[in-house]
């Protein structure tokens, strides 16, 4: 049960205040409905912080509690089909959440729902799953709703998402075989001793002992690797090292060039969809400048916005944030004087994601090359270590009289 506050009228106009008890926002609702009371006001009231709390806020939600953004593309670019073709917005959510969707996407659906036949409005609703859904995202749903252009709102949105699934899927290609050979090295030392003992007949060790040594071995490095990624994803809740891992990924030579052009594609295409979308071009930047995932670039970019606020143009504000090369503060500057800033920035993440494009393929081949030299030489120590040891103990058998 939840606590709900709530602000109500009575019958006869007067003005009432209180709390709740309730399963969910419509349960509660309904209950003060029954009562006689127009309801003005309902809201959740924020709970008392536990161990448990913070344990699922800090460490659960960071590793378990989002939804791919895959779901989520199909699930906006569906919504905008709907509303389109006329259907209610609470019947269009109600229908998308009966899918076969992702099951926390699934759940977050049908709570959105329940808070809209309570009278809650979706930039509302929306506002309550950040761990879910991107500030870009709530901030846009609150732009079209406002605007009553909803519609294509969230069709920018799928449009964006779309884009941002096709630089990720771009990343795990170029980086898919160097992760096949390191994934193959970490199963070496444990695969040749084991395969020499088996086919060898060597150590008198029964065939099923030996295989079982080595799922026990690789459980417990899958188990160290998964600790080793949770412990990084927890850390990232922490601002300071967010930003000390950014400036640390833009650094490394040649590499990091990469990492900056792709950071600032995800940038100026966010900031091309929110002004787009009716985003006020200061708040968009904001908005935008989180969006590039690096928050070392974040906070160089955020800034301008101050800078626009205070009367200056937008390129000459980009520029103090000296993560542009002049080429792109050319380009900027020509959609401010010939007013289609969006447009430009689309020109401006085109030519970025083409660059990052580019370079990812060409560090991809390199990391390849220098991974499977790495493995190449590592299974040589490997066996000739084996070796080694093998023949000096049958030297020291045939020594001994």
Known sequence: MATFRYVAQTQDGREVR?????????EAT????????????????????????????KV??????????????????????????????????????????????????????DSLLAGERLSDAFDR????????????????ETGGALEEVLRRIAKY???????RRLLSRVTFYPKMVLFFAILIPGLI????????????????????????????????VFLIWAGFRVAMQSATLRYA???FLVSIPWVGFTFRQLALARFARALSTLYESGLPLSQAIRYAADACGNDYLTQRLKPTASNLEAGRGI???????????????????????????????DKVAEYYEEEGKLRSHQAGYILGVLVFLGVAIYVAIIVLQFYAGYFSGIMREVDVP
């Open 193 to 224: 001793p084991a395969f020499i003992t088996i086919f060898g007949g060597q150590g008198g060790q029964p065939v099923g002992e030996v295989l079982l040594g080595i799922v026990l071995t690789y459980a417990k490095i899958l188990g160290f």
């Open 315 to 345: 390129a000459e504000s980009l520029a103090q944030a000296r993560v542009l090369p002049a080429m792109v503060l050319d380009m900027v500057a020509t959609g401010e004087n010939t007013g289609s800033i969006g447009q430009m920035m």
């Open 60 to 113: 659960m939600r960071p590793l378990f509690g989002g939804v791919p953004i895959k779901a989520q593309a199909l699930f906006f670019r569906q919504l905008a089909t709907m509303i389109g073709a006329g259907v209610p917005l609470y019947q269009a959510l109600d229908t998308l959440a009966n899918q076969r969707v992702h099951p926390r996407l699934r759940r977050t659906l049908r709570e959105i729902r």
């Open 18 to 26: 209180g709390t709740i008890e309730a399963s969910s926002r419509l």
């Open 161 to 167: 998402m779309e884009d941002e699934l096709e630089l």
């Open 129 to 144: 799953y950040p761990h879910i859904f991107s500030p870009i995202v709530r901030s846009m749903i609150r732009v079209g």
């Open 30 to 57: 309904d209950t003060l409905r029954k009562e006689g009371y127009w309801l003005l006001e309902l809201y959740a009231e924020t709970p008392i912080r536990t161990p448990l709390s913070e344990a699922n806020t």
């Open 245 to 247: 891992w950014g400036v």
